[in-house]
């Protein structure tokens, strides 16, 4: 820890202190793994608290404890049986002194492994950390990163949060400093998202949140998401998307770019049948109706917006199409029959 071995008196582990962990992965009888190579998952948990029973059922109540405070979950990479990993502890810790926890998960293709370390001091505050008034930047999603605010997606939609902070993401369970979200303005039903966080690989200083709504129903919604850093310091984001039922096959925001364009454009669509192979047909028309171009495709993408679908401006037969206003109509069919077709226009520069 911070370059000093766990046999000597190791630093504190302070509110708002940075710390360096390095380790290894070794085999279950004490032998090197110096031939491994994979992920590790270290989470470190504040002390153990002392909780108290109800006693509802009018028995003594009893008394226990209880360590579930993780004051970081990180991702690292394993190299030749070797790791090593940064953090810096939120200000919410219990500040008196006393022993938690690191444990260790840690996987590559064909084996997989655990480990803890309970002999590490966490308590009190670094007087010497640097200031921060700034929160996390975060951008919102639906199922994918290509999301685009306002789009269409199925009723089990997967909600995806970007997060990235200078001094790390908060996810101790502190009062009030939850990573949260709250559906269609439901202020008595917050969801706490803590568990879902998971940090970039080899980074404490960002990381993703992915939950999976359900049975949403059919029309516009919104979600409001809000996540603290280390220091406390808070930022919310928002994000407005519209629920179209699966059974049916939907299409939204169409477009073309660039447009106007002289050489080059790509097409775009978004849809409501993530994870499903759909036949795309794409028919340029002049505005007589003479039909210029076809493009045939067949896309599967993960997510609710297609991948783009290129096209060099050139007609079927080769030669460039004269500048003016075009009319193009997708037509999209899915492997279990639905199908849709829309219009919109594009215009030429020469």
Known sequence: MNNVSIDQVT????????????GKVIKYDGSDYSNFNGIIYPTVYDKPVNITTLSNDGGSPLTFKLQNNILYRGKSSVTD????????????????YGNGKISYY????DVDGNGYFKDVVIGGSDTNSVKDLIGPETNLYMNDFTFVFGGITDESPLFLANIVDSNGVNTASGI????????????????????????????FKGGKV???????????????????????NSSESYL?????KSAELVLDHILNYPNPFTTHTSFFFEHNVPNQNMDVLIQVFSISGKLVKS???NLNSNGYRSDPIEWDGLDDFGSRIGKGIYIYRIKVKTQNGLSVEKFEKLVILR
Do not use: C, R
């Open 11 to 22: 630093d504190t582990i302070k509110a708002l202190s940075k710390i360096t962990i390095t």
């Open 81 to 96: 049986g070797e790791f090593s990993f940064s953090f810096i502890a939120p200000k919410d810790i219990n500040y008196s």
């Open 106 to 109: 840690y996987n590559d293709n």
């Open 176 to 203: 009030g400093h939850d990573i949260s979200a709250i559906l269609d303005d439901q202020s008595n039903n917050v969801i706490v998202l803590n568990d879902y966080y998971e940090a970039d690989l080899n980074s």
């Open 210 to 232: 992915k939950y999976n709504l359900k049975n949403l129903s059919e029309g516009s919604h919104n979600i409001k998401f809000k996540v603290w850093d280390v220091y406390n």
């Open 240 to 244: 407005e998307f519209i629920v179209a």
């Open 295 to 297: 493009i045939e495709t």
